[in-house]
Structures are given as C-alpha cells and as structure tokens.
Nanobody, 119 residues
Framework: QVQLVESGGGLVQAGGSLRLSCAASGSIFHLNSMGWYHQAPGKQRELVAAIASGGNTNYADSVKGRFTISINSAKKTVYLQMNSLKPEDTAVYYC?????????????WGQGTQVTVSS
C-alpha cells in the first residue's frame, strides 16, 4: 500500500500564493509520476499539473504560467507552487501518484486539501 500525505492548503486573497506538498510512503516499486488534481463543488476532478519520474511536466491551460510543479524524487515528495491565484482556483486539491509494480500501474490519491481564493 501507498500513502499520500498532503499539506499546504488554506485561504488566500486573489493574487496571492500557496505551496502544496505531498509526500508518498509505503510499498513503492517505482514511482511513475505524481501530480495534482482539483475538484470544485459540482464539477469533475480535473488535472492541474503532473510530473513524470523523468521530469516531464504537464499543466492545465488554466494554470500555465502561474503554477509550477516540482518533485524531490529522493523524498518522494511533489510540490505545487501556486502564484497569482484567482477565485476560480478555489477547489479541493488532490495529490495523485501512479506507482508501477512489476506488472501494472496503480493510482493512489491523497485525502485532499482545500484551497480557497477570496476576491
């Protein structure tokens, strides 16, 4: 089993910044990628940003230029630096890890952390 522990959410004014962290622990044969998704009330969970073990990154168009994802592979910790936050960024942010075993890849999710951006 793999556990993901998130931290760093909170309340911030529009234009402000927050940094999310997510540490993975447990039985990890190979960490394929880690990322962040968000889910606003009444909406589907959507990808915000992801980073592969080789360093390739992928961002939602809505956050390009404002958010930066990074990873400390030794610590199995992923970070999301969120700058120039907007009220529409308000959502629960979930950490995701794709972990490879010998034969398949498993998705793991964190418990979620609330990010609220006031106007």
């Amino acid at each position: 089993q793999v556990q993901l522990v998130e931290s760093g959410g909170g309340l911030v004014q529009a234009g402000g910044s927050l940094r999310l962290s997510c540490a993975a622990s447990g039985s990890i044969f190979h960490l394929n990628s880690m990322g962040w998704y968000h889910q606003a009330p009444g909406k589907q969970r959507e990808l915000v940003a992801a980073i592969a073990s080789g360093g390739n990154t992928n961002y939602a168009d809505s956050v390009k230029g404002r958010f930066t994802i990074s990873i400390n592979s030794a610590k199995k910790t992923v970070y999301l630096q969120m700058n120039s936050l907007k009220p529409e960024d308000t959502a629960v942010y979930y950490c995701n890890a794709k972990v490879d075993s010998r034969y398949y890849t498993t998705n793991y999710w964190g418990q979620g952390t609330q990010v609220t951006v006031s106007s």
